[in-house]
């Protein structure tokens, strides 16, 4: 399974698109796997015949799985699993690799799984005990990634470590005995309605003490543990005689999965202003008719914020950013990620690669144009790869103060509210005060405090405010 994105840890495979015995060529596409960045087509990266198919359809593994074999011309096809005797394992199973590049290395990506599914032969065995690791392209023995002497994923590393689990206690149902993430979430499961967890392993350091003789059960009882301290995390709802069951899709479970993550990643703080768009609206006005002829779609707020944005980055850089090992990585350009709504089903976060180098009309074609092939699933990992700032729009819904989730490893997510005619205080020619009515909206910046302080992120979303309020914006239209 190739690395579709840094944050991308698993993929499922959705269609293959040649069957066992047919001929590929380099580059041609071989099947479609869908994560909860994006569906793709996923090229052949070597030519020949597709000899065994080791993932079916429908299937969820992690980043690094063999998926498949390809053997040489004429060496024909496994029966029943098994290798084909002419098959030579070393140039015959490649490792498929990623066919788009990577997030910005802001964080290490997550080491891919090390068995391979249902070795067919000791050959095989031996061809597939060094993978190469999706990030560096570097070698990962086959042991690594394990938890005691058991081959994990770093999916279920990472749900063994966040629910206190053992390995040793976990009965695996993959291949080899390999433990899944549904064996994981399935204990998981039992323990939050009242199964017995795992025990333990001994600890090195001390003795097991002697399990303590029983007691009545009124001595038994403990008043509940202070909130914070040792809780156990709420275990998943059980639905009742009237309600109704929705599986998460896809694209639902993976960014649950990932909201949940930033979470826990970044300090999140949030900053809002309130912004006089009259600036903005006149040059709307101005150009509206004009402006959906030549271009074809209807010119909205968000390319004036994004145009504003990028260019308080320039006085602000460091919002352009992601944290690394004890240190901010300060990203050399802008790629602006939008994040576009697929009708209430999930967000997309389309990317305009080197915005910092366009002005107000391209970003308002590229927005569109990103927009609709999201929407149509036609995205590519080019099109999500490597943002470095977001800006979501929850504005066109007449919301008052939207706070986002920051997109990880970026440092900071800003969000546009709804445009509403207001009553506001403005100064008239002969210097006293005034009311008139306005276009107002809020934005929201959601940062990571880790990366800089208040005041830093309060003076940037000012400068933005200051950009709309006071540019010419029908010079760039």
């Known amino acids: 399974m190739p690395q579709l994105g840094e944050t991308v840890t698993e993929g499922t495979i959705t269609r293959w698109l040649k069957k066992l015995g047919d001929p590929v060529a380099e580059d041609e596409v071989l099947f479609e796997v869908s994560t909860d960045k994006v569906d793709s087509e996923v090229p ?30 004429g060496a024909g096809t496994a029966s029943n699993g098994a ?99 549904g064996d994981v979430l399935a204990l998981i499961d039992k323990r939050s309605n009242g199964g017995a967890p795992p025990a333990q392993p001994p600890s090195p350091s001390r003795p097991q003490a002697p399990a303590p003789a029983a007691q009545p059960a009124a001595a038994a009882a403990q008043p509940a543990p202070a909130p914070g301290r040792d809780v156990e995390p709420f275990g998943p709802a059980a639905p009742g005689e009237r309600d109704t069951v929705i599986p998460f899709t896809n694209i639902r479970r993976r960014t649950a999965e990932h909201m949940v993550r930033s979470k826990h990643t970044s300090a999140h703080t949030v900053v809002a202003v309130e912004v006089d768009y009259l600036g903005v609206e006149r040059a709307r006005a101005a150009q509206k008719a004009a402006f959906k002829e030549t271009e074809g779609f209807s010119l909205t707020y968000l390319p004036f914020v994004a145009r504003a944005t990028i260019d308080a980055i320039e006085q602000f850089p460091n919002l352009n950013s992601s944290v690394g090992d ?75 103060l939207t706070v986002p989730v920051i997109n990880q490893p970026q440092t900071a997510i800003l969000s546009t509210d709804g445009v509403r005619k207001r009553p506001v205080a403005v100064e008239m020619p002969d210097g006293s005060d005034g009311i008139a009515v306005h276009p107002v909206g809020n934005l929201v910046l959601s940062f990571d405090h880790r990366a800089f302080d208040g005041a830093y992120a309060a003076a940037f979303v000012a400068r933005i405010k200051e950009i709309i309020e006071t540019r010419d914006w029908s010079s760039e239209l």
């Open 44 to 73: 052949s990266p070597a030519a020949g015949v597709l000899s065994e198919i080791l993932v079916q359809e429908g299937d969820t593994v992690d980043v690094g799985t063999r998926l498949a074999v390809i053997s040489p011309a």
């Open 83 to 181: 290798a084909p005797a002419a098959l030579t394992p070393e140039p015959a199973a490649p490792t498929l690799e990623p066919t788009a590049p990577t997030l910005e290395p802001a964080a290490p990506a997550p080491e891919p799984a090390m068995v391979p599914a249902d070795p067919p032969a000791a050959a095989e065995e031996a061809a597939v005990a060094v993978l190469p690791g999706p990030a560096t392209g570097g070698a990962v023995p086959a042991g690594g990634g394990t938890d005691g002497g058991k081959v994990l994923s770093p999916v279920v590393r990472r749900l063994i470590a966040e629910h206190n689990l053992d390995p040793g206690g976990i009965s695996g149902s993959g291949a080899g005995g390999r433990i899944t993430r």
């Open 326 to 400: 004890d240190a901010l990585i300060v990203h050399g350009e802008v790629h602006l990620g939008i994040a576009v709504d697929l009708d209430f089903e999930g967000l997309l976060v389309p990317v305009i690669h080197q915005a910092d180098g366009k002005r107000l009309r391209q970003l308002a074609r590229e927005i569109s144009s990103l927009a609709a092939k999201a929407r149509g699933r036609r995205l590519t990992m080019d099109d999500i790869a490597g943002g470095t700032f977001t800006i979501t729009n929850a504005g066109p819904f007449g919301t008052l």
